[in-house]
């Protein structure tokens, strides 16, 4: 099994930045593709980024393209979501999420964490 604690949640105005982090323990060398995904009241839950095992693959939902950056280092077996020019509309809990090298899919998720952007 693989665990997974986000942090670095919080409140901002619009405009400014914070970023997330997401630690992995447990079975981290089966962890593969990591990613985070973003869940606003009322709405489904949608993809906003993720980072393959080798970190050359970085993909982005077009919301967010040119504001978040992903990250990853291995050694610490942590993923790290960047975000800048916040908009209130980024408002939501963001879930870290992580698949198992080979398998398609994010088998692992962690509890969340409170993104709020004021206006």
């Known amino acids: 099994q693989v665990q997974l604690v986000e942090s670095g949640g919080g409140l901002v105005q619009a405009g400014g930045s914070l970023r997330l982090s997401c630690a992995a323990s447990?079975?981290?060398?089966?962890?593969?593709?990591m990613g985070w995904f973003r869940q606003a009241p009322g709405q489904e839950r949608e993809f906003v980024a993720a980072?393959?095992?080798?970190?050359?693959?970085?993909n982005y939902a077009d919301s967010v393209k040119g504001r978040f950056t992903i990250s990853r280092d291995n050694a610490k077996n942590t993923v790290y979501l960047q975000m800048n020019s916040l908009k209130p509309e980024d408002t939501a809990i963001y879930y870290c999420?992580?698949?198992?090298?080979?398998?398609?899919?994010?088998?692992?998720w962690g509890q969340g964490t409170q993104v709020t952007v004021s206006s």
């Open positions: 980072v393959s095992a080798s970190t050359i693959i970085k």
């Open positions: 999420a992580a698949g198992r090298r080979g398998v398609s899919g994010y088998e692992y």
């Open positions: 447990g079975r981290t060398f089966s962890v593969g593709v």
